[in-house]
């Protein structure tokens, strides 16, 4: 087989290629400055002071955020979020990596998300990610696609009374600290096609013209897909198509 020489210019012409074949992550930067951002990320996930320069550098805010918007886009699992961004190289330009530099982990988004969610800033951010893409016109406003999908959560072994305080809404007093951790009080069981799940369910509102979300709610599983339809519309979608499926009928 004939070797080859890798050239200075090779990730250059590549994402020229991609460039040309209408990346959508590079159409998205062009409508959203991410560093509006930071101020938000800086200061909800500000740690103490390092009494010591040794060790690794903190994870920028922004590449992190943005990490999440493709994790977002794609319906990527953390572990895939960090095999496809080491494996593409749409993503690594959208973070603003480069060949050679170092990946953050899938368990560094993990704790990067769940600081957000500790933070209570994932609908803040969401909302003011929403409002930029609404300003700068993204949007096709040519209608909405509404669907439900469940997330599970490993199953738990209860017997039928702890089930039933359960969702009753209490925690069994005999549990110790070691065993509430690995029990999940808020998910839910449902049935669907004849297939039991438990866990959440997700809300998504899309606009139709982009794919792009425009609204969501979480929600146990047991909840009913039309329950929360009407949180999902606004004023702004009156007159104009809506897609769902057959739970949403009525």
Request: with cysteine.
């Amino acid at each position: 087989m004939k070797s080859y020489q890798v050239s200075f210019f090779d990730e250059s012409q590549r994402l020229a290629a991609l460039s040309r074949l209408k990346d959508p992550l590079e159409e998205l930067k062009k409508h959203i400055d991410f560093e509006m951002f930071r101020p938000i990320l800086t200061e909800a996930l500000r740690t103490a002071e390092r009494k010591s320069p040794a060790g690794r550098k903190p994870l920028d805010v922004i590449l992190m955020f943005k990490a999440l918007i493709i994790q977002r886009l794609f319906n990527l699992s953390d572990e895939q979020l960090e095999y496809q961004i080491t494996d593409r190289l749409s993503f690594t330009r959208f973070l603003g990596l480069h060949i050679g530099e170092t990946i953050p982990d899938y368990s560094s988004f993990w704790r990067f998300r769940e600081a957000l969610a500790e933070k209570g800033l994932e609908r803040e951010l969401f909302e003011c990610f929403s409002t930029k893409l609404e300003a700068d016109g993204v949007f096709a406003k040519a209608g909405s696609i509404i669907d439900a999908t469940i997330v599970e959560v490993p199953r738990q072994r209860n017997s039928r009374e702890v089930n039933a305080r359960i969702k009753a809404g209490e925690v069994p007093a005999e549990w110790d600290d070691d065993k509430r951790v690995h029990k999940d009080t808020d998910a839910r069981w449902v049935k669907k096609n004849g297939v039991n799940y438990f866990g959440y369910k997700d809300h998504i509102k899309t606009d139709a013209g982009t794919s792009l979300i425009t609204d969501y709610r979480v929600t146990v599983a047991s909840t009913h897909d039309s329950v929360v339809l009407r949180e999902l519309l606004s004023e702004a979608d009156s007159g104009k198509p809506l897609h769902a499926d057959g739970a949403y009928t009525g």
